[in-house]
Structure formats: C-alpha cells, structure tokens
C-alpha cells in the first residue's frame, strides 16, 4: 500500500509536469515527497541504491502521470489552441502570488532583489524574440543539431521543474520544443524519448544539489529570479492567433479558472499546515 501511494503522489507530480505553468515541484511539495525526493537524487551511487524503493514507486507514477496527460493535451492544443493556451496563461498569473510569498519569506525585497527578477524577465523575453517556434518540427526532420538543442532543453526543464513554483512544462514551451516532447510521447518516438530521458536525467541530478545550495542560501533571489522567468514568459504562451469569438470568450473564461488552479492546488498544503500549527499551540 506504501508503494501505491507512492506512486500516486508520482502520478499527480507527472501530470503536473506536463502541463504548461503549473509546477511538478509544488505538486511534490503538497504531496510531501518533495524533501525525499531532493535527498534522493544524488549522484552517490551508494545512496541512490538506498532510495530505490523510494524512487522507483515515484518514477513509475510520474512516467505514468506525464503519458496520460501528454495524450489529453496533444488533443487540446491541436484541436482548441486558444482556450488551452489562456488557460495555462491563467495558471501563470495566478502562480505569482506563490511565488511572490516565497521571495518575502525570510524578509522584505529590497531594490536589489529587482536584479535577478529582471535577468529572469529578460531570459524569458530575449526568447519570445528567438522565436523558439522554429523548433516546433523537431520530430520530424530529426538531425545532430535537432538532437542537441532536444537534450539541453529537456535539461533545462528538468532543472526547472524541481523548484516548487516553476513549471518544467513551461520552460520547454516558451523554448519552443513542448509540442515536440508531446508528439513524441504520443507517437512514442524512441530516438527523441532517450534523448529527452537522458537530457532530463542529466538536468535533475545536476539540478537537485545546485537548487538546494541555492534556495538555502540566495532563497530570496533565487525566487526573485524564478518570479521573473514566470511573469517574463506570458509573451511566448499567449496565443498570437486569438480572436474575440467563440473560442476566445471560452479561452477568457478559462483564463478566470485557470487564476485559481495554483491555489487549489496549495489548498491542502495550507491546511495541514494550519493544522499542524493548530496542534503544536
């Protein structure tokens, strides 16, 4: 039964990172494995080995999470881009709040705290301008340069979505290769998979140890810059084809729900939070 729930809570953690915006890190956080799971990715084979049947239930669940999910969001882009895309543009802006939270933790933001907020933004800006969209066929014509740009974004995105707030999903989004990882774990595209596999597994044990410096060091800044990777991504998600029509009046009502999906999401980490208080008092 430990097991099972395991991979549930894996389950859970992989649909959340393969939607767009919303954070597999968060998910882990109010599932509570997400203290495990950092101790657990360590390039120590030794205590790697140890954490295996910690891992493996987990992991399972989350290859499970990611495929089913991949399966309902192809349909959804390919068929209502529009209203799919406000949503996850919803699911973004109603992050913030989080987000902002965590860089007032330990003390208020100070002027310089702007500086990483603002190297955030202006990554995330600098690439709407890239035109990321160009690597949108990357299962198609599979070459050298298709294969290398697949791995450091799939490293990039395993790295991100470790941090409780910030979406693995949307960092391959906003780097133009998202709808590839979703074609390719629908048409279970082998030779793109391994490379994915490969770039993450690189990306979340080079990650795990980095981000736990971080956060327990710069935690401020590090938010600070995580804040402006979120706000300086909503350029790439927006649709450029929206229009007030039927699609666009469902999308803007999506967009509505979509502001209250990072807070339900927090919901029961809050409460057993309060509890806890509750009972310690």
């Known amino acids: 039964m430990k097991y099972i729930i395991l991979a549930l809570k894996g389950v859970a953690v992989g649909i959340a990172n393969a939607v767009p915006g919303v954070s597999g890190g968060t998910i882990a956080v109010v599932t509570k494995i997400y203290d495990e799971l950092l101790r657990s990715l360590t390039p120590n084979i030794k205590r790697l080995i140890k954490k295996l049947p910690f891992l493996i239930p987990v992991g399972v669940g989350m290859l499970i999470g990611i495929f089913l999910a991949s399966k309902v969001l192809g349909f959804l882009f390919e068929t209502y881009n529009v209203p799919t895309q406000l949503f996850f543009v919803g699911v973004i802006l109603g992050s913030i709040p989080m987000i902002y939270k965590e860089c007032t933790k330990e ?3 100070s002027p310089v705290c702007a500086v990483p907020f603002l190297v955030g933004a202006a990554v995330m800006i600098a690439m709407f301008f890239i035109k990321p969209d160009d690597f949108s066929g ?8 298709n294969g290398v ?7 990039i995105a395993a790295a991100a979505m470790i941090v409780p707030g910030v979406s693995g999903a949307l960092m391959l989004k906003v780097m133009g ?3 590839a990882a979703v074609m390719a774990v629908n048409e279970l595209n082998i030779p793109v998979l391994l490379i994915f596999a490969a770039g993450a597994v690189v990306g979340i ?9 971080l956060l327990k060091k710069f935690r401020r800044g590090t938010y600070c810059f995580i804040s402006g990777l ?3 991504s909503i350029p790439s998600i927006f649709p450029s084809e929206y229009s007030f029509n039927a699609q666009g009046i469902i999308g803007i009502i999506l967009l509505a729900i979509g502001l209250a999906v990072p807070y339900l999401f927090e919901l029961p980490f809050q409460r057993n939070k309060m509890l ?3 009972d310690d008092e």
């Not at 990357?138 to 340069?145: A, H, Q």
């Not at 044990?205 to 410096?213: E, Q, T």
């Open 205 to 213: 044990f080079a990650a795990a140890g980095i981000i736990s410096m």
């Open 149 to 155: 740009i697949f791995f450091l974004s799939a490293v």
């Open 230 to 232: 979120i706000i300086g």
């Open 107 to 109: 003390r208020r933001l």
């Open 177 to 179: 290769c998202y709808d």
């Open 138 to 145: 990357i299962t198609g014509e599979f070459n050298l340069l």
């Open 276 to 278: 806890k208080k509750s």
